[in-house]
Structure formats: C-alpha cells, structure tokens
C-alpha cells in the first residue's frame, strides 16, 4: 500500500500542492510530441540523467516518516530501504552513493512532484498498478519489494481469520491501495466493515494500542514496523493468516525516458546479481580477477555493459561498492522489524526476486 | 469613458494569462500523459467511507463518494456554527457579568483555548475520547445509552411515515408562530399594551403536532442500540471522530465568537443602557431590546468571518479520521491521480459554503443595519 502517508493537513496545503503542479506543468515548455528514440544507440537522449549530471546529484523523494524505509538517523541521514534504492542509483551514475539529496513527499505530493520533474524518482514503497502506469504518465522500472496487505490484531481478542472480522472496525491510513483492498476483501465476502481512517502514525498507533479499532490493515511490512515501533508490546499482537493483495512495490519515474528507465532497472538487477554471486561491499574487489565471464562482464572488465547504459565500466562495481548487494540492503534496513525476507528471496532460494542476466 | 476603457483592458489581462495558463497546463498534461478531465467521476469509487448522511457502498462512482464528503463537511459545519453561536454568546455575556469569579472564569477560557493551535485540541480531544473503556466494557447508564471508545450510542424513533407529517405540522407551526409573534410585537408598539406570545405557541408548537400524531396513530417504537461482537448495533452513534472534530470546532471558535459578542455589547454606549433603565425596563428586556439590536450591528461582520473559518478549519477532519470532503478527494487523487480535477471541486465545494455563508450573513446584516432617515 505504500501509499498511505501524511496526507495534506487542509485545504490549504492541496491547494498550494496543486498550484505547484499547474504552474511548474504550465512554465515548463511542452516537450516535443515525439522524443527522439534512437533504438539502443549508446548515444540515446536521456533529459532526465542529463539533468541529473548536470546537477551534480540525483534528486530522490521518500516518504521521509516510516522507520526501516525512509526515515532520517540522529544525525539527519536519510536511511532505510527506499533511501539505499536512490543511493545505488546515484552509485551507478557518479561512483558516489552520496549524490543523492533526499525529498520527504507525501502520498499527495508524490505524482505531482515526479509530473512536473521537481525530483527524479520517487522511491517511496508505491504499488505498481496498471492506472498509475496508465493514466499518470509514469512507470515502474523494478520491483524493488514483494509484499502484501494483511491484518493485525489484539492476540487477546481471540480473532483467528479475516474472515472473522464481519462487523468489525477496522483503521488503516487515507490515501492509499490498502484502503481500497480492504473494501474489496469485505465487499467480496459479504462481511461489514467500520472504516477508521487516520492520517498520522502517532494517531493511529493510539488508535491501536487504545483498541479504537479491532484490526489494523497495511503491508506486512508496514505492520512489522508498526510492532517494531511500540516495543515489547507488540508481542501483544498478531498478523491474521489471509494476505489480500499483491503489493509489488517499485520506484517511480516519469514515463518515456528509455535511458533512465533502463538504468533503474538495471542497477536493481545488479544488486540481485550481485547476492547471487557472492559478491558484497566488503569483498567486490575479490572478484576483479574471477574468471567467470559472466562476472568479468559485472565488473566492467570484459563487453561495453556500461557504456550500453550510457554509464561508466565499472557501474556495477560503484553500486555494490556503494549500498552493498541486494541482500545487503534488506538486512540493513527490514530484517531489523523482524519481518522474514519471504518472497523478497531470490529465486533460487526460494523466493521470487529474479536476476536478470546481465550480457 | 476613459475608465471603462480601463476596466475592460485589466479584464481582458487577467482572462488572456488565466487561458494561457489554463492551455499550457493542459498541453504539458498531455504531452506527460497525464489523463485529465471529470470523466472519472462516474467510474465506481471502491473507497469505504463510515459515516454517510445519505446511502453509500463502495461500489458507488466517485461523484457519489465527493457528495458524501461535501455532506460530511457541512453537516460538521453546521452544528459546529449553531453550537459555537451559543457557547460563544454565554460566554461573552457571562465575561461582562458583575460576579467577579464568572468573569474571571470566561476570561480564562476565551485566553486558554484562543491560544492553543486548533490542531493540537482536536489530537487532544480524539486522544481523551480514545480513553474511554471498549466496547465490552462500554458504559451503559441508562437503558439503550452505551459510551465506549467506539462513540455515544443511543435509541432513536424507528421513523414512520407518520412522524413524517408530525414533523410537517411542527415546522409549519414554527413558522406560524413566528409570524404571529411579529404581529403581536407590531401591536404592542402601536398600543402600549404587551401581549403573552406564549400560548399560541404552545398550540401552534405542541398542540397541533400531537393532534397529527394521535389522528394517524404514530406508532412509539424506538431502535434500541445493543452491543455485538466487535461493535454497537442498532440505534444511532456518534462516531468518536465526529464528535472529537464537533467538539474541537466549538471550543475553539466559541473563544473568538465570546470576544467578538464581548466587543459588540460594550460598544453599545452605556447612555443607552441608563436610558433603558430609567424607563423601567428589567435587565433581561433592556439586554433583548436595546443593547443587543445595537451591538448587533457591531457583531455580525467579524461573526461572518468567524463562521467562514470555523466552515474552513473543518478541513483539519482528517488528521482525527472524520472523512470530509478533503479527506475523500484526496484518497481519491492517490487512486486515480486527478490532482488538478480534483483539488478544483475542493476549492469549488469550499468557495460555495463560504460564499453562502458570506451571502446569508450579508443579507442578515442588511436588515439588522440602521435605517437612517
């Protein structure tokens, strides 16, 4: 759901997101009806990743207020998931994961902020759907996290299945898939439903903890942190069995800029490719001399895979030295909310994340 | 001739930049293919929505869903802007009063809650109400009333078509009360003489809809609240949300509205009041007849514009769960990504209730104004 976030205060705050977005679409010039798309060509324009060398970072809206995805360390460092998936990015364009300068948007501001080209991507645990590919003029290069909504409940309360929850209230926060996936889920089975709708986490963890609400619904990676956050007293509460929805998470980039697209999605490959290798932040260098041709290719030292992306050789290389591989990234920021990697495992351990092989 | 030439010239501007941006707006749109357009108001919402004035189901189309929240925000308003007016009337009365602790008490109040952010009492307000004990627990003083952390719950007439005329025949004699009322006021002054307006209110008021009730036989069955497994069944409840928002809204303007009613009544010159007084008028008459007539002129432009933000702050509804208008566009502006649609039916919805409480409050103040001759 990924979606549900801080949602404009009032009116007030909608109005200037909105004015925002018609005057920067408004200033902008219209771009050309037919970009030029020179068929894999090293040289293919790319506006966005010539805008971002030309500013010297890349430009990453997170949510900015969920611990283990986007939240800011005692030291004001963005970290979590969302925030390594903008690192590796930059690593793969500079060399430097640093290069990144963090935007916090809300699930309102988000489209809006990527439309009009005020941050490049918005890596901020977004649902792939097809209106949001379809109708907002954005795409999704990679799924960066398989997950799904499910329900948490007082163990107290004795409540075993989703099914038992006719009747029931149920809180989740606005403005996001999981509220709609949840009307569903009641609509189809015939159950009642009592929404509680809160915007603020604060709020809502009362609302929990208070017994406000019989169930919480969001991603279950999204209630692990919600039990991480109250402490032991999250042991006070269970995730039911059912899993409603499919929640493929991925970054979000504005639609038609093939050479970005390409790289996003290619540095996600790289990372899984990376774990699937063996290879880690620590130990990369190791492999400069492996030899395995498919990892002489990763690490630049054989074919032109980085110069197809339009980037240097040793793109590869920058982003694990960078953030680390995929596995890496995940035991830093979700293993610690205690949520197993389930279907985030590669394939070959049991999971669905899938690397593409890079030749 | 030269002015008019004017006028049309800064009209004409102000049309050309709004049409160019408007065309640009719409240009870059589509060239980010962006879909744009109101057709998304008839496709089927799926968003739930608790609490509805009139039918709604998930399936409904989202035009259905932005009507509920537009209801949501005015039912909100309403009862925010009739409860605030009396609160808000006691106690800037109450702060004039010759009983130095009242006084001091009012004044207290009016700088407590004039001082702390609206939001930060609505949070409090929604964190007290969460305090109350679950529904298993529920307190239940009387029979058919439980308090709970799920709301107020109480019984209300399972309504017939009969207690829909009962209704009629009151308001009808409301309306035929008021306007005898005038009358008899009219006559007075034309012959001194003062008449008690009481009894035929009591007939037009109590009589008469309790002879339409005993002729059609309305039956007397209430819908008895009773608690089930998760939630209250049955009767009608508050919902904690509304109630915290209501709540909010009243305590908060009902600070300003008590100053605004303070300034008002002392403006009236005490001369009048001396006056009024040495003609041998008790208090509560001098108050009805010659202070607040004048103070009234004093207060209803800042009162407009008291009611047009207490109508605004209702906005803040979602940050306590309370779906409004604002609340409901914006889960609808993440699902189909219509900002700009839908951010214009917000500020229409919004520009609508303030020009309309603008309008009433104006005609209001036109009648009330002195008539100068």
Not at chain 1, 276 to 303: C, W, Y
Request: overall charge positive; charged content about 15%; hydrophobic content about 50%.
């Amino acid at each position: 759901m990924s979606t549900n976030g801080h949602r404009p205060r009032n009116i007030f705050n909608a109005v200037a997101c909105a004015a925002t977005l018609v005057a920067s679409v408004a200033i902008a010039q219209p771009r050309p009806a037919s970009a030029p798309v020179a068929a894999a060509a090293p040289s293919v324009a790319s506006p966005t990743l010539n805008a971002i060398k030309a500013r010297g970072q890349l430009i990453c809206g997170v949510g900015g207020d969920r611990p283990g995805f986007g939240f800011p360390d005692a030291r004001g460092v963005m970290r979590g998931f969302d925030a390594d998936v903008c690192r590796s990015i930059a690593a793969a364009i500079f060399g430097n994961p640093d290069k990144v300068r963090f935007v916090s948007l809300t699930s309102l501001t988000r489209f809006p902020s990527l439309q009009s080209g005020e941050v490049d991507i918005v890596a901020r645990f977004t649902t792939w759907t097809l209106t949001r590919e379809a109708q907002l003029g954005l795409e999704v290069p990679a799924i960066h996290f398989y997950d799904g909504q499910g329900f948490l409940v007082k163990k107290k309360d004795g409540i075993k299945s989703a099914h038992d929850l006719g009747g029931a209230s149920v809180c989740f926060q606005p403005g996001s898939t999981g509220e709609v996936n949840a009307a569903d889920f009641f609509r189809a089975n015939k159950l009642e439903m009592k929404p509680v709708v809160i915007e603020k986490m604060e709020q809502m963890r009362d609302a929990i903890v208070s017994g406000r609400c019989d169930a919480y619904t969001n991603d279950t990676a999204q209630l692990a942190s919600f039990k991480a956050s109250i402490g032991s007293a999250g042991n006070d509460y269970q995730v039911l069995p059912e899993i409603i929805s499919k929640e493929p998470l991925g970054a979000f980039i504005r639609k038609g800029d093939q050479r970005f697209f390409d790289i996003v999605r290619w540095t996600h490959a790289a990372m899984l490719n990376a774990e699937e290798f063996g290879m880690t932040a620590a130990n990369i260098d190791k492999f400069r001399n492996n030899s395995n041709p498919a990892i002489q290719r990763f690490m630049g030292e054989t074919g032109d895979l980085g110069a197809a992306l339009g980037l240097d050789a040793q793109w590869a290389v920058n982003v694990v030295k960078g953030v680390g591989n995929y596995a890496e990234i995940y035991e830093r920021s979700i293993a610690p909310l205690g949520l197993p990697r389930g279907l985030n495992r590669l394939l070959k351990d049991g999971g669905i994340q899938y690397a593409a092989p890079m030749r | 001739m030269r002015r008019v030439v004017w006028q049309v010239l800064a009209a004409l501007i102000v049309i050309g930049v709004f049409s160019w941006l408007i065309g640009n707006a719409q240009a870059n749109l589509g060239a980010r293919n962006v879909a744009s357009g109101f057709g998304f108001l008839q496709r089927e919402a799926g968003l739930p929505i608790a609490e509805h004035l009139i039918p709604y189901t998930p399936a409904d189309s989202y035009l259905r869903a932005l009507v509920v929240g537009m209801l949501n925000t005015l039912w909100v308003a309403f009862w925010g802007i009739v409860l605030a007016t009396i609160l808000g009337t006691v106690i800037g009365v109450a702060r004039l009063s010759k009983n130095w602790l009242l006084a001091k008490l009012m004044s207290a109040y009016v700088e407590f809650f004039r001082d702390l952010p609206l939001l930060l009492q609505l949070f409090l307000w929604y964190a007290l109400l969460q305090g109350l004990p679950p529904v298993r627990q529920a307190i239940h003083p009387i029979a058919g009333v439980y308090l709970s952390n799920r709301g107020l719950s109480f019984p209300v007439l399972d309504w017939q078509t009969a207690h829909s005329w009962t209704l009629l025949a009151f308001i009808l004699g409301l309306i035929a009360t008021v306007i005898s009322a005038k009358r008899a006021t009219r006559k007075s002054l034309d012959d001194g003489r003062q008449r008690a307006t009481w009894p035929t209110a009591v007939l037009l008021m109590a009589v008469m809809p309790a002879t339409v009730v005993i002729t059609l036989g309305a039956p007397f069955a209430l819908d008895m609240p009773s608690p089930r497994s998760f939630n209250i069944r049955g009767g009608v409840t508050v919902s904690p949300e509304f109630f915290a928002l209501l709540f909010g809204l009243v305590i908060y303007n009902a600070a300003f509205i008590a100053e605004i009613v303070r300034s008002g009544i002392q403006s009236v010159s005490h001369g009048q009041i001396e006056a009024s007084r040495a003609l041998g008028l008790k208090s509560s008459n001098t108050l009805k007849w010659i202070v607040f007539p004048q103070a009234l002129r004093v207060i209803v432009p800042p009162l407009t514009s008291q009611y047009l933000n207490l109508a605004k702050q209702s906005s803040l509804a979602v940050a306590i769960g309370y779906q409004d208008i604002v609340s409901i566009a914006t889960t609808a502006m993440n699902q189909n990504g219509q900002a700009v649609e839908l951010v214009a039916i917000i500020m229409g919805v919004y520009l609508t209730i303030s020009l309309s409480i603008s309008a009433l409050m104006n005609h209001y103040n036109a009648r009330i104004a002195l008539v100068e001759r």
